[in-house]
Each structure stands twice: as structure tokens, then as C-alpha cells.
């Protein structure tokens, strides 16, 4: 995914590159000695953010990102299978900004039948994944999720501000 996005900067296909969730433990020369060995005049367009831990801090950093420098669009490069969760979880914090999904088929689903990728446990998971982002970023059900008042609304521990109080389920 990497070697992809650093291909779209290099045909000027965006003004900067954002390397999101970056482990501590990787160096900035080991990212660019491995990915941009050649590309020493992008080095200065490309930022590296070590502080998102999952696809929701991927995108909370990669809004911040965006507005910081007053982007209007951006290139989504991540693989095939996590893309819709991604975008799910972008256009949530992106309002306004147009997301391009750039698309990686990974070495090990490329030449595969529909079939096998849909067993794959990488797909399964992340379809799981992707559910669970969808209820829980519903604002009824991320609601009722927080306050743990799921069926029974005088559970809640928040009662005073539960505007779903009354609400029949």
C-alpha cells in the first residue's frame, strides 16, 4: 500500500502523502530507505503519523491532517477488503472533503476465486468489523452503546440527557 501511495505522489497525483498509524518502533529513515529509496525530492511531502492505534484514529488524524492543509480531496489508498470500513469511518470524520478510494488487492487475494476470498478469515473478520462499525457509529445505537440502556431506557445512566428515552424499541 505503501509503495502504491508513494507512486500516486510521485505522478503528482496530490501535493502530500499521509503514512497513517506508523509504529513507534519504526524509524522515519527505515519507512523511507524501504518504501521511497529514489525519492529523496518527496521526502519532503510526506508526513507520518505514529499516533492512530486503529481505523478510528486513522481517520480522526487523517481529518486533522486534511484540514491542516486545507484539502478539498483526498486519495484513499488502503487494500481492497478494509476499504469500505475505512471510508465508513473517514466520511464520518471528513464531512466536506472528498474521499477518491484508491484500491490494493494483497498478494494473497490476487488470482483467488470468489469463492476462497469470501472464506478468507481476513475477509471475514474485517466484514465483522465493519458490522460492528456500522451499529456502533449509528447515532441511536452509539447512543444506547455508551449509556448501556439497550432495551430498557430507565437503565440508563445518563437519564437526564437521553433524548431515546421514550423511544419505543
Not at 509503495?3 to 503514512?19: C, E, F, M, V, Y
Not at 481492497?80 to 471510508?87: A, C, D, E, G, I
Not at 465493519?130 to 432495551?151: E, N, Q, S
Request: contains cysteine; hydrophobic residues 40%; aromatic residues 6%.
Amino acid at each position: 500500500r505503501i509503495h502504491s501511495a508513494i507512486n500516486l505522489l510521485k505522478a503528482k497525483n496530490g501535493k502530500r502523502l499521509l503514512i497513517s498509524g506508523v509504529s513507534n518502533s519504526v524509524s522515519d529513515d527505515t519507512i523511507f530507505k524501504t518504501y521511497a529509496p529514489k525519492t529523496t525530492d518527496a521526502f519532503c511531502c510526506i508526513d507520518l503519523d505514529r499516533m492512530a492505534l486503529d481505523t478510528h484514529g486513522n481517520a480522526v488524524h487523517t481529518a486533522e491532517w486534511a484540514k491542516k492543509h486545507g484539502f478539498k480531496k483526498v486519495i484513499i489508498v488502503t487494500s481492497s477488503y478494509h476499504m469500505p470500513r475505512s471510508l465508513d469511518h473517514l466520511q464520518r470524520t471528513m464531512r466536506g472533503i472528498e474521499l477518491i478510494p484508491a484500491q490494493i488487492i494483497s498478494r494473497d487475494m490476487q488470482g483467488k476465486s470468489a469463492l476462497s476470498i469470501m472464506l478468507n478469515p481476513k475477509i471475514i473478520v474485517e466484514y465483522a468489523k465493519f458490522l460492528v462499525t456500522r451499529v456502533h457509529l449509528d447515532p441511536v445505537a452509539k447512543y444506547m452503546w455508551t449509556c448501556h440502556c439497550i432495551g430498557d431506557h430507565n437503565l440508563c445512566r445518563n437519564q437526564t440527557r437521553c433524548k431515546y428515552r421514550n423511544m419505543k424499541i
